[in-house]
């Protein structure tokens, strides 16, 4: 179980701009909890809050541990980490006393507040847990740990066509290739689409990189289906034929070494018994890389510098107290003061994981 925060058969998805968004995993275990219970240990269950407008809003809560004052909660928290914003957490412990909704009903064990980009910045946090006064919870502890959840790999083909079959009356075919996966409904369901290539029965294809978790859902095993269409303006598109591959199949073509693929039409294999293929898919070349987020490299200890200048068309000579220039440095120095002149303003700009 897992609570989540903030979560058309066209041609596939462009690799545009990176959002600078990242799902993350939160997992959490605690130790040497308070003991409310006389007779018994401690029931803890955790509470998830993230902030909103100042209040605290719950995403969710894990099981109750029964009798147990070191839980490993198997409940896992879903969120999304905004590289550029502050995500305020605060996880709280309680004992369960009743069979209520209502925390007050429960007694309070303690709680942590951080920001997700220290969790997700320390991969593993350990920390202290405090009372609502800010004392010590006795010597409990929490430990979060957070694993990103999005598979980066992305997957790029180059492919081109041998001998395809003819369908235009007054030319030759205007192919072009569909990439399809099958669904958990077992639908076909249409991920990528090539471009037309003109007036040619051998026509070579612009290689293409998609996500490797929209082509296969990241299964290098999963059956893939690929479709050749000659194009037609009307959009009555005349089918060449098709073949089904996976991600381990298409692998294989690497080194200069290409993997060939008969184009079948079933209609015509059913009628001609002569019948041997609608022309021939060659696979050129199939690499799988992984597509770096930025949580790849925060944790990679990354640090980002930059220089901002803003010019203005105001003169300094008329109006002395307005600065032509504001540059922003980033310095590695702690507490560098900024410093000044009639021209430009250098301030330290400090930039890191712990936002």
């Known amino acids: 179980m897992a609570y989540t925060l903030g979560t058309g058969p066209d041609s596939g998805p462009a690799m545009?701009?990176?959002?600078?968004?990242?799902?993350?995993?939160?997992?959490?275990?605690?130790?040497?909890?308070?003991?409310?219970?006389?007779?018994?240990?401690?029931?803890?269950?955790?509470?998830?809050?993230?902030?909103?407008?100042?209040?605290?809003?719950?995403?969710?809560?894990?099981?109750?541990?029964?009798?147990?004052?070191?839980?490993?909660?198997?409940?896992?928290?879903?969120?999304?980490?905004?590289?550029?914003?502050?995500?305020?957490?605060?996880?709280?412990?309680?004992?369960?006393?009743?069979?209520?909704?209502?925390?007050?009903?429960?007694?309070?064990?303690?709680?942590?507040?951080?920001?997700?980009?220290?969790?997700?910045?320390?991969?593993?946090?350990?920390?202290?847990?405090?009372?609502?006064?800010?004392?010590?919870a006795g010597k409990g502890t929490i430990t979060i740990t957070a694993l990103e959840l999005s598979d980066n790999r992305v997957i790029t083909l180059s492919l081109y066509g041998r001998k395809l079959d003819k369908k235009d009356f007054f030319g030759k075919s205007d192919p072009y290739l569909e990439f399809h996966k099958q669904g958990d409904d077992g639908k076909w369901m249409l991920v990528h689409r090539t471009e037309v290539i003109k007036n040619t029965l051998d026509p070579v294809w612009k290689p293409f990189t998609v996500p490797l978790i929209s082509l296969c859902d990241g299964d290098v095993d999963r059956s893939i289906k690929v479709l050749c269409y000659d194009y037609d303006n009307d959009g009555s598109h005349d089918f060449i034929g098709e073949f089904q591959t996976t991600v381990t199949k298409m692998s294989e073509a690497q080194n200069s070494l290409e993997v060939e693929f008969e184009c079948i039409n079933p209609k015509k294999q059913k009628k001609k018994k002569s019948y041997k293929n609608s022309g021939i898919i060659i696979l050129k070349s199939c690499k799988v890389e992984r597509d770096y987020t930025f949580l790849d490299y925060i944790l990679g200890g990354c640090q980002i510098m930059f220089t901002v200048s803003m010019r203005s068309s105001l003169n300094s000579v008329c109006l002395p107290l307005y600065l032509k220039t504001l540059t922003l440095y980033s310095y590695s120095q702690p507490s560098l003061p900024p410093t000044y002149s009639n021209s430009d303003i250098h301030l330290p700009l400090a930039m890191n994981s712990n936002m």
């Open 16 to 136: 545009g701009p990176q959002n600078c968004v990242t799902r993350v995993e939160l997992s959490v275990c605690c130790g040497n909890l308070l003991d409310r219970d006389v007779a018994s240990k401690s029931d803890p269950f955790l509470v998830l809050f993230h902030e909103v407008d100042s209040n605290w809003v719950e995403i969710g809560r894990t099981e109750t541990a029964v009798n147990n004052l070191n839980p490993v909660f198997g409940v896992k928290f879903k969120v999304d980490y905004h590289f550029e914003e502050v995500q305020k957490l605060k996880f709280s412990l309680f004992d369960e006393d009743k069979c209520s909704s209502q925390l007050y009903e429960h007694d309070f064990l303690g709680e942590y507040i951080c920001t997700l980009g220290v969790i997700v910045s320390n991969k593993k946090l350990h920390r202290s847990l405090t009372l609502a006064n800010g004392k010590p």
